[in-house]
């Protein structure tokens, strides 16, 4: 099939190469010229395991192309794709701008019947007001198709090309058939495509993420009143965890969430309940919950240190929101980092793909490390904010004799504390007991 994807960004990119990796023809449409040059020059922009593999070979193939052309991206495509930011405004809804922009320039170009699939994440009745600006441009024929990703950053290829599900909104049985015939080779192992109304596919995305916040947020709290009762968090985790209507997965305690999608999509959601005079009171208790989480391991950082960190030097493993990902929007690590600089600390930090970002969209003065052990030379703590693989099992006789004191804020419980404790560190983690510094020297 012929397909165009308006936007480059996460979500137009992966889409756009996964959609050519099952052998459609795929036009991916941006204005942004550096992007184009790097995109036409066989770079890609973002860090996504899985992805450069297969940018590559289809580009290579001809059949992922980039363009900043939109006319020519409208009439090569049955099947247009709306992947534009839909960033939040200050009073926490999605700004549409992008996305009614180009349907009202696609209004003045398309000349034959076109399938307009809304794939950014957008508020609900999003298609009548994309339906309504193309319609007062043109009189052709059109429709307009609701299909919300479901992508993990760090899973992102894996998710598209092997999806749980596919949800997509649509009202003409023209252009479900016509996604039904797109997603038809992502399905092949029996995965449901779901088709409902677009306003019930346009929730399905913000009701998704919002729940998966909650179990998040829930847990920090579990975690926290662990911690007051004397209790373990990751006991509880796995008393929980093992019932069935409960589920393991997004029950593990830290610092709070970040990224691009929980934050923007539960302040959005929560903002159209307001808008339908609704009092959406579990999705408000969830953004304060998370705003104060993200405190919680400066607290600890305090009450260890003093109010006063003036001198002091800490190493910081790890600054994207999640591993896996150089993205480090609404990552906790900013908050925590900022904090430190403020009380006249000094920060050192390492993560494997996110400085760059952190240097480009950020002004933190802090010095970046080679690798994780070099943050580490006269530190008088170590800080670990996200939950890299390689960060799981350090030489920790290293991180003992490069510390200044044998001193670590695990953010993330990467560790076993009757480890740390062997080796003589006092440890500080979310949810369980903290582990004082002893004499003890671990055993070979």
């Not at 609900?124 to 007062?136: F, P, Y």
């Not at 039904?180 to 109304?197: A, E, H, T």
């Not at 729940?211 to 662990?226: H, Y």
Request: aromatic share 10%; with cysteine; charged share 25%.
């Amino acid at each position: 099939m012929k397909v165009s994807v308006i936007g480059t960004g996460y979500v137009g990119l992966v889409s756009g190469t996964c959609f050519a990796e099952a052998g459609n023809d795929v036009i991916c449409v941006d204005n942004d010229q550096d992007k184009l040059a790097k995109l036409n020059a066989g770079k890609v922009p973002i860090y996504e395991p899985g992805l450069e593999t297969l940018f590559e070979r289809n580009a290579k193939d001809g059949r992922l192309r980039f363009s900043d052309d939109l006319a020519a991206a409208v009439a090569h495509a049955e099947v247009i794709f709306l992947a534009l930011p839909t960033p939040p405004t200050e009073d926490g809804s999605a700004d549409l701008k992008y996305v009614l922009g180009v349907a009202n320039q696609i209004g003045t170009i398309i000349s034959d019947y076109k399938v307009l699939v809304n794939k950014s994440t957008v508020p609900v009745g999003t298609a009548d007001k994309v339906r309504a600006a193309v319609s007062a441009q043109t009189d052709v024929e059109f429709d307009v198709v609701s299909n919300p990703e479901f992508l993990r950053e760090g899973f992102a290829v894996q998710d598209f090309m092997k999806p749980e599900r596919i949800v997509i909104g649509a009202r003409s049985d023209r252009a479900i058939e016509v996604m039904r015939r797109l997603y038809k080779p992502f399905v092949m192992s029996g995965n449901p495509i779901l088709f409902m109304d677009e306003r019930s596919a346009e929730v399905t995305k913000y009701a998704g993420n919002s729940f998966l916040a909650t179990k998040i947020s829930f847990m920090n709290e579990i975690a926290n009143l662990c911690e007051l009762v004397g209790a373990d968090v990751d006991n509880v985790r796995r008393g929980i965890g093992t019932d069935t209507r409960i589920g393991k997965r997004f029950l593990f305690p830290g610092v709070g969430y970040g990224g691009s999608c929980f934050p923007k999509d539960v302040s959005a959601l929560f903002k159209t309940s307001q808008e339908y005079n609704y009092d959406f009171k579990i999705l408000d208790s969830v953004m304060e919950v998370n705003d104060l989480q993200k405190g919680i391991l400066a607290n600890k950082i305090v009450k260890e240190m003093g109010e006063d960190l003036t001198g002091k030097q800490f190493a910081v493993w790890g600054l994207a929101f999640k591993p896996n990902t150089d993205d480090i929007r609404e990552a906790p690590a900013l908050v925590i980092i900022e904090e430190l600089l403020k009380r006249g600390a000094k920060v050192k930090a390492f993560d494997p793909e996110a400085m760059e970002s952190v240097r480009a969209y950020t002004n933190l003065d802090i010095e970046y490390g080679d690798n994780m052990y070099s943050t580490l030379e006269g530190a008088d703590a170590l800080i670990i904010v996200t939950e890299w693989n390689e960060f799981r099992a350090p030489d920790f006789e290293k991180i003992k004799n490069s510390l200044s004191r044998p001193l670590v804020f695990d953010g993330r419980n990467i560790y076993e504390m009757g480890v740390l404790e062997q080796y003589g560190f006092t440890y500080h983690s979310i949810g369980r007991r903290s582990v004082n510094a002893t004499e003890t020297v671990a055993t070979e």
